[in-house]
Structures are given as structure tokens and as C-alpha cells.
């Protein structure tokens, strides 16, 4: 019972310690470098939505997408090394490692559009990356798009990509325009036996960040399990 306590002030202890870290780090970046920069983090499984609703979300605050997922595809598609090295954990549905991740962030965020913060997309996805990030930006909000598992094959397995555009559409949930349908890539991650390994990895290492950010009042909940407009719209409502 004892032990079970202490622990329990022992991780009081630690969650308060954040806290004040958390308001030492913006009170110093506001105060020494004038920044006032606030980000939010747009978090839930491979699938729930979180590329789909990323355009309205920047389209209500103006924050530019950083995608870590979108980056390293692009990493290895120029035949950069990290591009390479990343290349055997995305095919196998497993996360890149974090040094990898945090290098990417580190040079994204001193870009000029990211100056007053970002929109995160599947960033951060381990508690080391959350910790990392919040010595660099705040983050106001973290929207976590919840979907069953059940649900999440069937998104990914039907998923198309318009390589022009940028956008994403669903064999049956988001069906594209005919005059377009020709040129649609399906990403080579986008197999149900890989996500399978995706979904792991979520639950292992990437679901305990949201206990992360309730601690520190910034969670908030969407029900992903909605057609795509209406999980839109409760996510404007979270925005106004
Ligand atoms: P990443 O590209 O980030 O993939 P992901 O997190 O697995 O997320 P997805 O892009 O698959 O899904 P989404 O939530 O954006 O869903 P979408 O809107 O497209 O990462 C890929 C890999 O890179 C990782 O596996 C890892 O290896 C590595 N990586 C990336 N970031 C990393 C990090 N920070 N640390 C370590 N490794 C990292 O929707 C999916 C489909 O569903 C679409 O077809 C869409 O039309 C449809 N859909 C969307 N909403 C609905 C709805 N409400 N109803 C019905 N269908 C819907």
C-alpha cells in the first residue's frame, strides 16, 4: 500500500515538475526571443483521418501541415540518406527512430512559415518526441481522432493518393473524380499485413501520449468513427 502511494506522489511529483517546465520553456521563449509560437497536434491510429481533416484544420488557423510521415516518403523518394535508413521501418510498419524524427522537426520548424507554429501530423508518436517537442514549441491543442481497430483496414487497404495534389481519397468512403482515377498511387505501406504491425506499434508506443497530454489539459477527444464531414465539423467546433 505504501509503495503504491508513494508512487502515486512520485508521479504527482513528476507530472507538476512538467507542468513548470513546460511554462519556464514558453515564458522563456516569449520573454528572450519574442516567439510566441503554439502548435497543434492532430494524433490517432494509421487511418483514423488525421491527412483527411488536416486541410480544414489548416484552412481555420492558418498553420502549415508538417506531416512526418509526408517527409520521410519525400526523404526517400529524393534517395536522401535518412530517406534509406527510414526506408526498412516503414515498409515493415514500424516506427522510425526517434533521433531520425527529431532531426526532420528540428530543420521543418525553422522554416518561416512555421514562425507562429504548426499543424502536427503524426508527430509526436513516442513520449521522447513529445518531451523534445515541447523544448521547441507549445502545443494549445492535440486532437485525437479515435477509430476502432476493426474500422481500420478497411480504410487503409482502400486508400488512394493523388501524387498531383497531394489528396486523399477511398476506394468507398471518398470515391475520386473519373478523369482522375488513372493516376492514383496506392502507398506500398498500405497493406493489410503491414498495418497490422502499424497498429501495434500505435498501441505499444504512441497511444500512451494521450494520458501524456490529458495530464497536461490539452487532450481533446473526436469520435473518428463518423463520416468524414462530420468528424469535420466536430473538429471546427474544437477550433471556434
Ligand atoms: P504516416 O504517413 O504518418 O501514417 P499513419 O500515421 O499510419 O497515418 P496514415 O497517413 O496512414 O493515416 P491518416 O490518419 O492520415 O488517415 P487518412 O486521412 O489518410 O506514417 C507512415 C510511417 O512513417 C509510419 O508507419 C512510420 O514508419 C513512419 N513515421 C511517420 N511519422 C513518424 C514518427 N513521428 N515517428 C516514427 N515514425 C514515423 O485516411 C485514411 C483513409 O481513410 C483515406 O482513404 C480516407 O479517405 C479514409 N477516411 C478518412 N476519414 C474517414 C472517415 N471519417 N470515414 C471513412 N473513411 C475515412
Known amino acids: 500500500?505504501?509503495?503504491?502511494?508513494?508512487?502515486?506522489?512520485?508521479?504527482?511529483?513528476?507530472?507538476?515538475?512538467?507542468?513548470?517546465?513546460?511554462?519556464?520553456?514558453?515564458?522563456?521563449?516569449?520573454?528572450?526571443?519574442?516567439?510566441?509560437?503554439?502548435?497543434?497536434?492532430?494524433?490517432?491510429?494509421?487511418?483514423?483521418?488525421?491527412?483527411?481533416?488536416?486541410?480544414?484544420?489548416?484552412?481555420?488557423?492558418?498553420?502549415?501541415?508538417?506531416?512526418?510521415?509526408?517527409?520521410?516518403?519525400?526523404?526517400?523518394?529524393?534517395?536522401?540518406?535518412?530517406?534509406?535508413?527510414?526506408?526498412?521501418?516503414?515498409?515493415?510498419?514500424?516506427?522510425?527512430?526517434?533521433?531520425?524524427?527529431?532531426?526532420?522537426?528540428?530543420?521543418?520548424?525553422?522554416?518561416?512559415?512555421?514562425?507562429?507554429?504548426?499543424?502536427?501530423?503524426?508527430?509526436?508518436?513516442t513520449i521522447p518526441q513529445a518531451e523534445s517537442l515541447s523544448k521547441i514549441t507549445d502545443v494549445s491543442m492535440v486532437i485525437s481522432i479515435e477509430v476502432p481497430d476493426e474500422n481500420i483496414v478497411e480504410r487503409i487497404v482502400g486508400r488512394r493518393m493523388d501524387p498531383e495534389t497531394g489528396e486523399i481519397f477511398h476506394v468507398k468512403f471518398k470515391p475520386a473524380p473519373s478523369e482522375i482515377k488513372n493516376r492514383l498511387i496506392q502507398r506500398k505501406d498500405d497493406t493489410e499485413e503491414t498495418v497490422r504491425s502499424r497498429l501495434n506499434a500505435y498501441h505499444s508506443q504512441t497511444a500512451p501520449l494521450a494520458g501524456f497530454y490529458q495530464e497536461l489539459g490539452v487532450l481533446k477527444i473526436i469520435n473518428g468513427n463518423q463520416n468524414i464531414v462530420d468528424v469535420t465539423n466536430s473538429i471546427i467546433e474544437l477550433l471556434v
Open 1 to 125: 500500500m505504501d509503495t503504491l502511494w508513494s508512487s502515486m506522489v512520485k508521479r504527482k511529483q513528476e507530472i507538476t515538475f512538467q507542468k513548470n517546465i513546460f511554462l519556464w520553456v514558453r515564458v522563456k521563449r516569449k520573454v528572450f526571443l519574442g516567439c510566441n509560437m503554439s502548435s497543434i497536434v492532430l494524433f490517432g491510429p494509421p487511418g483514423a483521418g488525421k491527412g483527411t481533416q488536416a486541410t480544414a484544420i489548416m484552412g481555420k488557423t492558418g498553420l502549415p501541415q508538417v506531416s512526418t510521415g509526408d517527409m520521410l516518403r519525400a526523404a526517400l523518394s529524393k534517395g536522401t540518406d535518412l530517406g534509406l535508413e527510414a526506408k526498412e521501418y516503414m515498409e515493415a510498419g514500424k516506427l522510425v527512430p526517434d533521433e531520425l524524427i527529431l532531426l526532420l522537426i528540428e530543420e521543418r520548424l525553422k522554416e518561416k512559415d512555421a514562425e507562429n507554429g504548426v499543424l502536427f501530423d503524426g508527430f509526436p508518436r
